[in-house]
């Protein structure tokens, strides 16, 4: 009776509801915050006796700055004990290390050496000091004298391509990151014409230093597309080397016209050091449920601390209508599925609520990761904890956007057309409910982002902007509390925000020569890092370049201190930008917050978005 009683209200609901979707047939109803349908059934316990996590190195980094500057940085650890200074030492010709730093430095986990010699390479590390007493050096890390400094670390690829995507992880188990890539670029949505070329995608493993580790073949049983293709890399094991998880397909499907419409599809997981299976599963089934063959290609991966501290892989099939998610464990070389959630089975309304990639975040507080689907989200047990029934968003962003109120915020831009402000909104993380609105129709927001990019308004600003093909080029700027702050092309771009200077304000990644205060063309390749440091500035923003090239494919604290690294990708090469300006304070690592560490993992599947933390860092 009572769920004849929800089913009821909800129709009532639909009835006064003046929401619709862009396509009135991928959505048939909206309706209100659901409570979880299975509220008895039992958390999960995994194989893990205590959080898995990565056990990073210093992350040392050394950057020639002018002929006779090098400038350092390293990171502060989560396992640091407080207080921790550091010294920095240079080998000298004979081998022998010598302290370069007076005093040690504890404001900052960075240093700049004003005299590394006349040798061609300078070779450094670094030591903690705890209480007065040095630990173990550091890895150390040599720098090529040159009259003309890179700027960057290049890492060569076997052939003149760019990926598509690339993931960092741990694959030797040596504390740094390493790369997995996924290449060409070239790909197609499930929506546009078939590729006919014959075109595969090829996975390859590069170590942090660039060595080659191996190439798999993805073969014709995958079509080239990111949303036939996802993959993601973490320790699912625990044994402290990373696997890859990826979409495998057999060889004979792929029909006449390019497409695969039948056949067996399987998530596999491939050793991270030699890219052989280690195991396969089989990948959630299409079906009819998912609508036509566009809607049913929509998959995606991700990884989540169900327990809190075992590793769970998740497999997913569905955006549009029906959403299937597989919850595993790897354990004794074998994925054991712990449940399956099935949007229809569970509630037969939960349908076209996905968004373009997922998010894993304990949003309740009780130590256990959620699943952010987009505005549906399940709790860690695979049931629905609540949804907004406001449909499929094209971007949400999980963190605290309101330091001045309680919990955790999602900032929702959704390609619903809506009358009543609902396309641009901020939710309460742990129970849906609506916080504030836009309060002004939209019509398909397509992308997004939260930022503290103005530092006299308290909290994140949210940004989003229409997508032309829905009829607007409209774009907005609101500050947490929801209040509009601008409308129009001055409003920054969504895309590519990165921490790269000495304080908390999160800086634009653009074209060069793009924008309000930069005069002519683009310049084909160049990137420059833009700056607002007031509401005022918006119109005429600072630039600051460090000769940056290439195509932007992540922004994350991959090594360094606090502040993120740029990767860029130029064909058969890829870039690691690192700040070189001075830091004023130090923080933990970014990598080792749970939240931020799990979208740059996620980041190699699905759309991209920069990356956001579990707290408020804002000025």
């Not at 921490?499 to 683009?522: L, Q, T, Y």
């Not at 460090?546 to 992540?554: K, N």
Request: proline share 6%; hydrophobic share 35%; net charge negative.
């Amino acid at each position: 009776m009572a769920r004849l009683l929800l089913i009821f209200s909800i129709i009532i609901f639909v009835a006064n509801t003046n929401g619709f979707a862009q396509d009135p047939r991928e959505r048939t109803y909206f309706y209100p915050v659901l409570k979880p349908s299975h509220e008895n059934k039992p958390s999960l316990t995994g194989w893990a006796k205590e959080r898995s996590s990565e056990k990073l190195n210093r992350g040392l980094v050394a950057i020639q700055t002018a002929p006779e500057k090098v400038y350092m940085s390293w990171r502060l650890k989560a396992d640091d004990p407080e207080g921790t200074g550091f010294n920095v030492y240079r080998l000298n010709s004979l081998g022998k290390a010598i302290k370069i730093n007076r005093k040690p430095v504890i404001a900052t986990t960075d240093f700049t050496d004003q005299l590394p010699g006349k040798s061609t390479v300078a070779t450094y590390f670094a030591r903690a000091l705890v209480n007065g007493k040095e630990g173990k050096d550091s890895e150390k890390i040599s720098v090529q004298l040159s009259a003309e400094p890179k700027n960057y670390q290049s890492i060569a690829f076997r052939g003149n391509y760019k990926p598509q995507r690339i993931a960092v992880a741990d694959l030797n188990g040596d504390g740094a990151y390493d790369f997995i890539i996924k290449q060409p670029e070239q790909g197609i949505d499930p929506g546009g014409q078939p590729n006919t070329t014959g075109l595969t995608y090829k996975i390859e493993a590069y170590l942090n230093d660039g060595t080659f580790l191996w190439q798999k073949d993805l073969g014709p049983g995958i079509e080239p597309g990111i949303w036939y293709s996802p993959m993601v890399a973490w320790d699912f094991n625990g044994d402290g080397k990373a696997e890859l998880a990826v979409k495998t397909g057999p060889e004979n499907a792929r029909e006449a016209d390019g497409r695969v419409r039948s056949g067996p599809e399987w998530c596999s997981i491939l050793n991270g050091m030699t890219g052989e299976e280690i195991c396969k599963v089989d990948w959630p089934s299409r079906s009819w449920r998912f609508g036509d063959y566009n809607r049913n290609n929509r998959n995606q991966m991700g990884v989540a601390y169900l327990d809190g501290k075992t590793p769970f892989l998740l497999v997913a099939r569905g955006t549009y209508k029906a959403m299937i998610v597989d919850a595993y464990q790897m354990e004794d070389h074998q994925l054991k599925k712990a449940w399956r959630w099935d949007g229809d089975e569970e509630n037969p309304v939960i349908r076209h609520q996905g968004a373009h990639n997922m998010h894993s975040a304990d949003v309740d507080g009780d130590g256990r990761d959620e699943i952010v689907l987009g505005s549906v989200v399940l709790d860690d047990n695979g049931t629905a904890l609540w949804s907004t029934g406001y449909g499929h968003p094209d971007k949400c962003f999980v963190t605290d956007i309101d330091p001045q109120r309680p919990g955790l915020e999602i900032f929702y831009a959704s390609e619903e057309w809506w009358d009543n402000g609902n396309g641009v909104c901020l939710v309460d993380a742990k129970t849906g409910e609506t916080i504030w609105n836009i309060g002004r129709k939209t019509l398909h927001v397509g992308d997004g982002m939260v930022a503290d990019i103005l530092p006299d308004i308290p909290g994140l600003e949210c940004f989003a902007s229409e997508d032309p093909k829905g009829g607007s080029r409209d774009k907005y700027l609101l500050s947490a509390k929801g209040e509009l702050l601008m409308t129009g092309d001055s409003v920054p771009d969504c895309r590519n925000w990165i921490f790269w200077d000495a304080d908390k304000v999160r800086e634009n990644i653009v074209p060069a020569g793009r924008g309000n205060r930069a005069s002519g063309s683009s310049s084909p390749g160049k990137l420059i890092i833009r700056k607002n440091n007031s509401a005022g500035d918006l119109k005429s923003p600072a630039e600051f370049s460090d000769q940056i090239e290439g195509t932007v494919i992540l922004m994350a604290d991959i090594q360094g201190d606090w502040r993120e690294e740029l990767i860029t990708l130029l064909p058969g090469e890829m870039r690691i930008y690192c700040t070189t300006i001075p830091a004023k304070d130090r923080r933990v690592c970014l990598m080792q917050d749970p939240f931020y560490r799990n979208q740059v993992a996620h980041r190699s599947m699905g759309y991209e978005q920069s990356p956001v933390l579990s707290y408020y860092l804002g000025e």
